[in-house]
């Protein structure tokens, strides 16, 4: 594990380059945080620690309005350049054969932004997508996504308040085959489950990691 400091303009800010815990492709992952938390949230290490172990590097880092420990999000704008940034010193640093961009709900909206702009990417992996806001549906935030090109995964809970399957499906419809969709079934958000479901949290996370090492393994990531 490495810990960098990496400026961003003016300001700087951390991430976290942890390398793959068994044999991978050289196929590294910037992850991104939701609006919500930070790097070392407990979300982003059982994320981190999933992926390690099917062979993929990954470098968490904190937005800078969380690096600054202020619960208000910077500016989408100011989101990107941050994830540019990391994603910069990890090629420079790592120099990887391959890379992926995406992250948590929030994190994730920004690197979908950047790949519908075209950013030099092999992939991009969005979990919890947040397709809209809580409770207001009719506030879509699908307008770039049939822009994109790059190999795409997205997975979200069947319970996720803020993204409706119903929606999410028609969405889908308009996408290339270049977009992957996986529902978690009975999970919310946060990928939570109910204990009436059968299933724990631990459940969910192990079928995130195969989700992904499947479709990792379809385009040679």
Not at 81 to 107: F, N, Q, Y
Not at 158 to 166: I, K, P
Not at 172 to 185: D, P, R
């Amino acid at each position: 594990m490495a810990e960098w400091r990496v400026s961003v303009g003016g300001e700087t800010t951390t991430a976290i380059f942890e390398p793959a815990a068994a044999p991978g492709h050289g196929t590294l992952f910037i992850c991104a945080h939701g609006a919500g938390g930070h790097m070392s949230d407990r979300a982003m290490l059982a994320l981190s620690e999933q992926l390690r172990s099917r062979g993929i590097d990954i470098v968490r880092f904190n937005f800078l309005y969380r690096e600054k420990k202020t619960a208000r999000p910077d500016p989408m704008p100011v989101l990107q350049r941050c994830l540019d940034a990391v994603a910069v010193h990890a090629r420079e640093t790592i120099k990887p054969r391959r890379l992926i961009i995406g992250g948590r709900s929030m994190g994730g909206r920004a690197a979908s932004m950047m790949a519908a702009d075209g950013y030099a990417c092999d992939g991009l992996l969005l979990l919890a997508y947040p397709l809209h806001p809580a409770g207001k549906p009719e506030q879509l935030r699908d307008a770039h996504l049939a822009k994109i090109e790059v190999p795409t995964l997205c997975l979200n809970g069947t319970r996720d308040a803020l993204c409706t399957r119903e929606l999410m499906d028609r969405v889908i419809g308009k996408l290339e085959s270049n977009w992957t969709m996986h529902w978690l079934e009975g999970a919310d958000h946060s990928f939570h489950v109910l204990k009436s479901s059968g299933r724990t949290d631990s459940d969910v996370l192990t079928e995130v990691g195969e989700a992904i090492a499947k479709w990792g393994q379809a385009y040679t990531f």
